[in-house]
């Protein structure tokens, strides 16, 4: 993948923090890659209480949150690196109970 890569740490710091911050008593945090159609896949996938109260479609968008003190911009600024480099990222029915984001970066030659 042809990216910054302290841009993609900083998408990939910020859902994992969600994640993390709606499990404060622990949890199931995994991340799988593999490599699809000539895209690299990252799947976060955490067993928290999962994503409720905000529409889909969204919940990239600044300033949306369900968190009470939440700012909203973590996703959004995730979102706006990984499209910069190409790729996507969407939130998915959830695997282990809680939020299961997939991020698609096309490899690069």
Do not use: C, W
């Not at 710091?13 to 896949?41: K, Q, S, Y």
């Not at 889909?56 to 690196?81: A, H, M, Q, W």
Request: hydrophobic share 40%; net charge negative.
């Amino acid at each position: 993948v042809m990216a910054v890569s302290n841009q993609l740490q900083q998408a990939i710091f910020n859902i994992v923090l969600n994640a993390m911050e709606a499990m404060p008593n622990g949890g199931d945090l995994v991340i799988e890659t593999e490599t699809f159609d000539r895209h690299v896949i990252i799947i976060i996938d955490d067993s928290g209480p999962g994503i409720s109260g905000v529409n889909n479609e969204n919940i990239f968008e600044p300033f949306v949150s369900t968190k009470e003190d939440g700012l909203g911009l973590g996703l959004t600024v995730s979102y706006g690196i990984i499209t910069a480099h190409g790729g996507t990222l969407e939130l998915l029915p959830p695997n282990l109970g809680g939020a299961r984001f997939q991020i698609s970066l096309p490899v690069g030659g």
